[in-house]
């Protein structure tokens, strides 16, 4: 059965950093596509960093030089260093995996985690 748990998130002041975690069970893939996303209520999920198999990187445009997506691919983990945090960032943050070296959207990923709070106060 495969697991993905994300933690690290919480409360910060504008400006302040995080760093998310998240970590994949269940699975033996040296080269998955992992990607963080975020969710306001009412709104769609929106992909906020995606990495793939060759280490590519994507973001999108709101979190670009304030946040980096990484991973250590034989612990099946990933994280996204939150800095300079806004409270438009306010949001639940999900940790998604796609066994496969290519990135797509939301669609292309099966396995989730259940989510990380982050709120930004101004």
């Known amino acids: 059965q495969v697991e993905v748990v994300e933690s690290g998130g919480g409360s910060v002041q504008a400006g302040g950093s995080l760093r998310l975690t998240c970590d994949g069970y269940?699975?033996?893939?040296?080269?998955?596509?992992m990607a963080w996303f975020r969710q306001v209520a009412g709104k769609e999920r929106e992909e906020v960093a995606a990495?793939?198999?060759?280490?590519?990187?994507r973001y999108t445009d709101s979190v670009k030089g304030r946040f980096t997506i990484s991973k250590h691919n034989g612990a099946n983990t990933l994280y996204l260093q939150m800095r300079s945090l806004k409270p438009e960032d306010t949001a639940m943050y999900y940790c998604?995996?796609?066994?496969?070296?290519?990135?797509?959207?939301?669609?292309?990923?099966?396995?989730w985690g259940q989510g990380t709070q982050v709120t930004v106060s101004s």
């Open positions: 998604a995996v796609r066994l496969w070296p290519v990135c797509g959207d939301y669609q292309d990923f099966p396995f």
């Open positions: 269940g699975y033996i893939y040296d080269r998955p596509c």
């Open positions: 990495i793939d198999g060759d280490g590519n990187t």
